[in-house]
């Protein structure tokens, strides 16, 4: 009952907004996962006329896989949420999508309460939840038609699974190692961080001397997570490509990268038109001002990727491996200047944005038309009778500001714990070699801001600088603040109550 009143408050978030939110990418999502749906029995694709000349369709026999070009950007988007997505829209619409993450969230903040803190009552989850809901960006990513919301997820499966997974059932222990699963197969940059996360959580239980039975058996369970993770998308790989006869690949994000942050360019200078790339080489007129503008301008003047036929999409893909190693080798110090400067912008930039856009903007412009995304999203019409009543109606600007005061209080709240109370123990542990238990609770203020900072060191690196990237994750912070004001607090009234014991 806690757990559908905690979902319900998350929800009505959306509800308030008007209705669930989509990316533009939710429309590659949603190919892919019609076409994992349709290979699997589950469900049959809607071939009506728009569908049937869809540019997002990755099907074998669509008209948009004659020139191959989707297979190029589908493998940067999961076939396992998409078939999520797919599942939601047509057994009722994303209504039942953003109903489900949102009490999927509401569980995985009950478990890791649970799990910390053992005697908390209900009202105190209740508490926890009402203000994330109101004044953090979790409830506009449990709303969202994407992958986004299951990088947080991920980070509470992992420190509950490292720390405390003995304080739970074993059927809530399978529900968050398939909660882990899940996450790592939804999105591949999840794998980096529960790679880190995972290594990072074993790290500090050998430091802290748990037996090394314990730390093998944890050990075993993430690893082999990631392990079944990373078969499932091999498998799908591997049955597209004998479907389709040509592997879904992903966009060369680290070569857009590394050209945006200046290493890139200055290689290209150098070496062309020889080189590493000499399918880059070009393109070498271009500006190369941005990832995104490298990625996806359709200008011929300025666009690398989206301009470009399938044989040169390949080609760039193909020597994008050898050219990040190249740039690498020839200034390593300034890839990693740019990634921690990327990592420090991104892991500032939290606002949120993406979720609060209006889906009208899809009718302005025919393509969208020809894809899923007009019919997937609830009550488009009203949108194409009205567009401005399809805005959401919070405030942007009121949102972002609420978010910055509210996560800023929470990082001083626990920079000063972590000090005052030197990590509640662990680092005494670290230090004289303790036996004694870890305490779950010392394990999670280290792993989760470490969680959070990994998160905008991954994505600053891999991709761009997009506030949807951090704002999905850095509802954790004022989290974690929650559960350390709590056990100071108790530990504040047991030394009132009893002063001697204390």
């Known amino acids: 009952m806690h757990i559908l009143l905690a979902g319900a408050i998350l929800f009505a978030v959306a509800a308030a907004n008007g209705r669930p939110s989509v990316f533009t990418d939710t429309a590659w999502y949603y190919s892919q996962g019609e076409y994992l749906a349709w290979r699997l029995g589950i469900a049959q694709p809607d071939l009506d006329e728009n569908r049937l000349t869809d540019p997002t369709s990755v099907m074998p026999d669509s008209r948009a896989m004659r020139d191959r070009t989707p297979a190029t950007v589908a493998g940067g988007r999961s076939p396992f949420y998409g078939l999520v997505l797919v599942l939601a829209v047509r057994f009722g619409t994303l209504w039942l999508l953003a109903a489900g993450q949102a009490l999927l969230a509401a569980w995985s903040i009950g478990v890791l309460i649970r799990g910390l803190l053992p005697a ?124 389709a006869g040509v592997a879904q690949r992903t966009p060369p994000f680290l070569m857009a990268r590394l050209l945006a942050d200046g290493p890139g360019r200055a290689y290209l200078a150098a ?75 991104q ?28 019919r997937i999203i609830p009550d ?29 209080l929470a990082w001083i709240l626990i920079v000063w714990a972590v000090l005052k109370t030197r990590c509640f123990g662990l680092f005494a542990r670290a230090r004289w070699n303790r036996s004694d238990r870890l305490p779950p609770l010392a394990g999670a203020v280290v792993l989760i801001p470490m969680g959070v900072i990994l998160n905008a060191l991954i994505c600053g690196a891999a ?29 504040r009234w047991a030394q009132v109550r009893d002063p001697i014991s204390s």
Not at 471 to 481: E, G, K, Y
Request: proline share 6%; with cysteine; hydrophobic share 55%.
């Open 347 to 374: 892991l500032m930039t939290f606002y949120v944005w993406e979720p609060m856009k209006s889906p009208a903007r899809f009718l302005q412009f025919p393509w969208w038309h020809r894809t899923a995304i007009l």
């Open 271 to 345: 070496i062309c038109p020889n080189g590493a790339s000499p399918t880059l080489c070009r393109f070498a007129d271009r500006p190369f001002a941005s990832e995104d503008e490298i990625l996806w301008s359709e200008d011929p003047a300025k666009g690398v990727f989206s301009v470009s036929d399938y044989a040169v999409r390949d080609s760039l893909r193909n020597e994008e491996a050898a050219f990040v190693r190249a740039v690498v080798a020839r200034d390593p110090a300034a890839v990693l200047t740019g990634i921690l400067h990327n990592g420090l912008q």
């Open 120 to 243: 908390a009552l209900p009202v105190f989850y209740q508490s926890v939840i009402l203000t994330l809901g109101l004044g953090t960006s979790l409830p506009f990513f449990a709303a969202f038609a994407m992958p986004d919301l299951y990088a947080g997820l991920l980070i509470i499966a992992v420190t509950i699974l490292a720390f405390c997974p003995e304080r739970f059932p074993v059927a809530e222990r399978v529900m968050l190692w398939g909660l882990l699963v899940a996450s790592l197969t939804f999105h591949a940059a999840n794998v980096a961080l529960a790679v880190a996360l995972s290594t990072l959580a074993l790290a500090i239980l050998a430091a802290c001397r748990t037996p090394r039975t314990v730390i093998a058996i944890r050990a075993g369970g993430l690893a082999l997570s990631i392990l079944v993770a990373l078969s499932m998308t091999w498998a799908f790989g591997a049955l597209y490509q004998a479907d």
């Open 463 to 491: 991709s761009g600088i997009f506030a949807r990237y951090q704002a999905r994750v850095i509802w954790l912070i004022p989290l974690l603040a929650f559960l350390i004001a709590a056990r100071l607090w108790r530990n």
């Open 380 to 408: 488009m019409k009203s949108c194409e009778a009205a567009p401005d009543t399809c805005e959401v109606r919070a405030n942007p600007l009121f949102v972002a500001v609420l978010h910055i005061v509210i996560v800023m």
